[in-house]
């Protein structure tokens, strides 16, 4: 027993170099309607979300040259940035995953957007995939 579960996928996030052209494609082309805009400046992105369903894709770009998501563009190009799980609790499942030893880059939950909590897992022990981990909820609000 894991001592949480995935609950759902809460956002698929690809980086992009221009998030208006991206954001009229997904428009244009699959008829995605973009819901919500936010800039996380901690984190140096602006996202623009679209919702499937239950679960968002989050188009992403940089809003300064030394942004973690200007970087992965300079090294990997556009695409798929990360994988967001919702989970009831997320300081409950990131200690569960610290304590099976996989790479964490959050030592402890932070606020995301959204007013969400989040905490990102390494993707070195994630075969190659950045994760992240989303609460429905702001930090310290249990
Ligand atoms: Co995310």
Same mark, same amino acid.
């Given at each position: 027993m894991m001592g949480f579960e995935l609950e759902e996928i809460d956002h698929v996030a690809i980086a992009v170099r221009d998030l208006d052209a991206a954001a009229a494609w997904y428009e244009a082309?699959?008829?995605? @309607?973009?819901?919500h805009r936010e800039r996380i400046e901690p984190d140096g992105v602006e996202e623009a979300l679209i919702k499937v369903a239950g679960s968002y894709v989050q188009l992403l770009t940089p809003? @300064?040259?030394?942004s973690p998501v200007a970087k992965f563009l300079e090294r990997r190009g556009e695409g798929l940035h990360h994988v967001g799980y919702r989970v009831s609790d997320c300081a409950a499942a990131l200690e569960a995953v610290m304590a099976s030893g996989s790479a964490v880059i959050d030592e402890r939950p932070r606020p995301g957007s959204r007013g969400t909590t989040v905490a990102f897992l390494h993707p070195k022990d994630a075969f190659g995939t950045l994760i992240e981990l989303v609460e429905e909820q702001p930090a310290g609000r249990h």
């Amino acid at each position: 027993m894991m001592g949480f579960e995935l609950e759902e996928i809460d956002h698929v996030a690809i980086a992009v170099r221009d998030l208006d052209a991206a954001a009229a494609w997904y428009e244009a082309v699959l008829g995605a @309607r973009v819901t919500h805009r936010e800039r996380i400046e901690p984190d140096g992105v602006e996202e623009a979300l679209i919702k499937v369903a239950g679960s968002y894709v989050q188009l992403l770009t940089p809003t @300064r040259d030394d942004s973690p998501v200007a970087k992965f563009l300079e090294r990997r190009g556009e695409g798929l940035h990360h994988v967001g799980y919702r989970v009831s609790d997320c300081a409950a499942a990131l200690e569960a995953v610290m304590a099976s030893g996989s790479a964490v880059i959050d030592e402890r939950p932070r606020p995301g957007s959204r007013g969400t909590t989040v905490a990102f897992l390494h993707p070195k022990d994630a075969f190659g995939t950045l994760i992240e981990l989303v609460e429905e909820q702001p930090a310290g609000r249990h």
